[in-house]
């Protein structure tokens, strides 16, 4: 798939220090996902939103590549540098949005992929996306914009429109592009639980509403 294998995740090592160089090379192809998710009101933001906290943590990275090796790295530094400000400042605070972008995708794509769907409208995706939404999102949301992303569901592509946007225009045989996406999550899922699973040790999750 163009857009989802363009620069793959890196195997999660048994040790689970995810490495944040290749991390962010990786992720640095996703932000434009949302771009085929229509609804620019909506997924700009958060388009820009995802690109902005790469640029953060990847200013931190290369202010000292060896200091800030892996993502625990940047979250053990940062906690000893800011004391009582951490998490909420740093590259902290930007991994911590940029997975939560990065779970709405995966759940999207999983639910897609596990053929969930409005019996009635089997080619929407809203099921899908209302799923990511409640689940990544949603909860760090105030009313207002939980109010903006419930009504752009309506607005969402068609899923035989999405999976060729992410196929970057190419007609590919859906059964291709469902494998491709499978692929894509067989390496980000762990990766992602990875992440989530360090914040919850580090004590680094915050559940303020944006």
Not at 53 to 73: C, D, G, H, Q, W
């Amino acid at each position: 798939m163009a857009l989802l294998l363009e620069h793959e995740f890196r195997v999660v090592p048994a040790d689970r220090e995810i490495e944040t160089g290749p991390f962010l090379d990786a992720v640095a192809h996703l932000p434009p996902f949302f771009d085929c998710l229509g609804t620019p009101i909506v997924y700009s933001p958060v388009k820009a939103d995802l690109a902005g906290n790469i640029k953060k943590i990847r200013a931190v990275y290369e202010s000292n590549p060896t200091k800030f090796k892996t993502l625990k790295n940047i979250l053990e530094v940062e906690k000893e540098m800011y004391g009582a400000e951490w998490p909420k400042t740093g590259a902290t605070l930007a991994l911590m949005w940029l997975k939560r972008g990065l779970k709405f995708i995966q759940v999207l794509l999983q639910s897609i992929l596990d053929g969930e769907r409005d019996e009635e409208n089997p080619n929407l995706i809203r099921v899908n996306a209302l799923k990511a939404y409640e689940i990544a999102l949603k909860k760090y949301h105030g009313w207002m914009l939980q109010k903006l992303f419930s009504g752009s569901v309506y607005a969402l592509p068609y899923k035989s429109d999405l999976l060729k946007a992410l196929e970057k225009g190419k007609d590919v045989n859906e059964e291709e592009t469902l494998e491709k996406i499978h692929q894509f999550l067989v390496k980000a899922t762990p990766l992602l639980d990875a992440i989530f699973d360090m914040y919850t040790k580090m004590n680094a999750e915050l559940n303020y509403k944006a």
